[in-house]
């Protein structure tokens, strides 16, 4: 589609975000519930457990958080390899605890599901796997190996070894499940914040260059006054060095290159006053700027505007000049020859379609066209005839996204079946993009009126 000139942000740089400080107090959280369980399993329940190994268990993990709040500082961020490090020792440290309280008996042990749903929310999907395996072989080697919970008069406490075999399976399928779930959720609002990013960072390029103009005016406005004053000073100059034949034409010099940059300036000047001060236009002239980059590259880009009324100026806003590039843009990356930008209005709507003779969208896709990274294979014929194009969706997403801001809806269609043979179809049958604004969403009631000339100001 578009090169957007944002740097996606890969699996490992998403993991580094996590701070070390926000994994020391998710531990803390833990040890607390940890050392709770076990004081009140002693003293409320008479329970007979391991209390020294239990103790160690828990100790570890205050050293280990003691040792990094002291030795790293608060604002570190965690590389892959070391939040990786820190959720495997979360997870080696609840199974042994789990090994001395009972096993899959313990009703505590379901909290397996919590290290590997973090791993496959944050980390890489290697990462992940290796988390999500060692988990389920630990979970498995404690159907059969643990310390039995015992009351204090010495009896056993477990459940059917039924329900021991459905509690692993359930934990099993868990594991599985919601690693599955959190990774595809998370990776969706990471691909959405990416093209968000990318989408914001189209339009403010869009508005800087908009806000250009202004800027352009403004200096121009401020430079005629030192210029005019250069200006008289060589004049005066030239009349006094008539003896002076070589200094004097260096004065000559000076004038003509002052009255060369007061050319440029008013040209800028004239340019940026357009810019800043025409904020609307005709229908056909929106379109026509959206398009104008377009029109060189092989293919005819036809611009058709109704004539059953008056068309109507509408505003030119950023956003509906960059989401109607980014669609002509795509249609001719996949036209043969021509693409048609059709405009209609009435007295309630406004509307613009951009057809090609394309191709058209394939129909596996067309119901996903307007979310970002959507891609489909590409066949050795595709590769040939457009060997510089790596579409990802991402264009039209952006399109889509500028344009709804505007109060506008797009549609997606293909003009004729895309599996009939090239030779059959023949005109405007390729993709279609209908795009549909109530008209007083867009359409401009200012009055224009005439800039006058800059007027000296005397002081």
Same mark, same amino acid.
């Given at each position: 589609?578009?090169?957007?000139?944002?740097?996606?942000?890969?699996?490992? &740089?998403?993991?580094? /975000?996590i701070?070390?400080?926000? =994994?020391?107090?998710?531990r /803390?959280?833990?040890?607390?519930?940890?050392?709770?369980?076990i004081?009140?399993?002693?003293w409320?329940?008479? %329970?007979? %457990?391991?209390?020294? %190994?239990?103790?160690?268990?828990?100790?570890?993990?205050?050293?280990?958080?003691?040792?990094?709040?002291?030795?790293?500082?608060?604002n570190?961020?965690?590389?892959?390899?070391?939040?990786?490090?820190?959720?495997?020792?979360?997870?080696?440290?609840l199974?042994f605890?789990?090994?001395?309280?009972?096993?899959?008996?313990?009703?505590?042990?379901?909290?397996v599901?919590?290290?590997?749903?973090i791993?496959?929310?944050?980390?890489t999907?290697?990462?992940?796997?290796i988390?999500?395996?060692t988990?389920?072989?630990?979970?498995?080697?404690?159907?059969?190996?643990?310390?039995?919970?015992?009351?204090?008069?010495g009896?056993?406490?477990?459940?059917?070894?039924l329900f021991?075999?459905?509690?692993?399976? !359930?934990?099993? +399928?868990?594991?599985?499940?919601?690693?599955?779930?959190s990774r595809?959720?998370? !990776?969706?609002?990471?691909?959405?914040?990416?093209?968000?990013?990318?989408?914001?960072?189209?339009?403010? &390029?869009?508005?800087?260059?908009?806000?250009?103009?202004?800027?352009?005016?403004?200096?121009?406005?401020?430079?005629?006054?030192?210029?005019a004053?250069?200006?008289?000073?060589s004049?005066?100059?030239?009349?006094?060095?008539?003896? &002076?034949? #070589?200094?004097?034409?260096?004065?000559?010099?000076?004038?003509?290159q002052?009255?060369?940059?007061?050319?440029?300036?008013?040209?800028?000047?004239?340019?940026?006053?357009?810019?800043?001060h025409l904020? *609307? !236009?005709?229908?056909?002239e929106?379109?026509?700027?959206?398009?104008? $980059?377009?029109?060189?590259?092989?293919k005819?880009?036809? +611009?058709?505007?109704?004539?059953?009324?008056?068309?109507?100026?509408? =505003?030119?806003?950023?956003?509906?000049?960059h989401?109607?590039?980014?669609?002509?843009q795509?249609?001719?990356?996949?036209?043969q020859?021509?693409? /048609?930008?059709?405009?209609n209005?009435?007295?309630?709507?406004i509307s +613009?379609?951009?057809?090609?003779d394309? $191709?058209?969208?394939? $129909?596996?896709?067309?119901? &996903?066209?307007?979310? $970002?990274f959507?891609?489909n294979r590409?066949?050795?014929r595709?590769?040939?005839?457009?060997? #510089?194009?790596e579409?990802?969706? =991402?264009?039209?997403?952006?399109a889509?996204?500028?344009l709804?801001?505007?109060?506008?809806e797009?549609?997606?269609?293909?003009?004729?079946?895309?599996?009939?043979?090239?030779?059959?179809?023949?005109?405007?049958?390729g993709?279609?993009?209908?795009?549909? /604004?109530?008209?007083?969403?867009?359409?401009?009631?200012?009055?224009? *009126?005439?800039?006058?000339?800059?007027?000296?100001?005397?002081?």
């Amino acid at each position: 589609m578009v090169d957007s000139g944002f740097d996606f942000l890969d699996e490992n &740089r998403r993991s580094s /975000w996590i701070r070390l400080r926000t =994994l020391i107090v998710l531990r /803390w959280v833990a040890v607390v519930g940890q050392l709770a369980a076990i004081t009140l399993a002693q003293w409320l329940y008479a %329970l007979q %457990l391991e209390l020294g %190994l239990c103790y160690l268990a828990v100790g570890i993990s205050v050293i280990g958080n003691l040792i990094a709040m002291f030795v790293f500082p608060e604002n570190k961020r965690l590389s892959e390899s070391e939040n990786f490090l820190m959720v495997m020792f979360d997870l080696l440290q609840l199974c042994f605890l789990l090994f001395l309280t009972g096993g899959l008996n313990n009703p505590f042990s379901l909290l397996v599901l919590g290290p590997v749903t973090i791993s496959a929310a944050v980390l890489t999907l290697r990462s992940t796997v290796i988390l999500g395996a060692t988990a389920l072989a630990l979970v498995s080697v404690m159907v059969v190996y643990y310390l039995p919970l015992r009351t204090e008069q010495g009896f056993i406490l477990r459940i059917p070894q039924l329900f021991v075999y459905g509690q692993w399976i !359930a934990i099993s +399928i868990a594991l599985v499940f919601i690693s599955v779930y959190s990774r595809r959720l998370t !990776a969706e609002m990471n691909t959405m914040g990416d093209a968000l990013s990318a989408t914001q960072l189209a339009l403010s &390029r869009a508005q800087k260059l908009n806000d250009l103009g202004g800027v352009v005016a403004a200096a121009a406005h401020e430079l005629g006054t030192p210029l005019a004053t250069i200006k008289l000073t060589s004049a005066e100059l030239i009349e006094e060095l008539d003896d &002076r034949p #070589e200094l004097q034409e260096d004065a000559r010099l000076i004038r003509d290159q002052a009255d060369r940059c007061r050319d440029i300036l008013r040209s800028m000047g004239r340019a940026g006053k357009d810019d800043l001060h025409l904020r *609307q !236009a005709p229908l056909s002239e929106v379109i026509r700027e959206a398009a104008e $980059p377009h029109q060189e590259r092989g293919k005819t880009v036809l +611009i058709e505007p109704a004539d059953h009324t008056p068309q109507p100026d509408v =505003l030119r806003q950023p956003e509906i000049i960059h989401g109607l590039r980014n669609l002509v843009q795509n249609a001719v990356d996949f036209a043969q020859t021509t693409v /048609w930008v059709e405009a209609n209005w009435s007295d309630e709507t406004i509307s +613009i379609r951009v057809v090609d003779d394309g $191709p058209g969208y394939p $129909p596996q896709l067309i119901g &996903r066209i307007g979310d $970002p990274f959507v891609r489909n294979r590409r066949t050795e014929r595709d590769r040939q005839s457009r060997p #510089e194009y790596e579409g990802m969706g =991402l264009g039209l997403f952006i399109a889509k996204t500028l344009l709804e801001r505007t109060g506008a809806e797009l549609s997606f269609a293909n003009g004729s079946d895309p599996s009939q043979p090239p030779q059959l179809r023949s005109g405007k049958t390729g993709a279609i993009v209908e795009v549909v /604004w109530p008209r007083a969403r867009i359409e401009s009631h200012a009055v224009r *009126q005439a800039m006058g000339e800059n007027r000296p100001i005397i002081g």
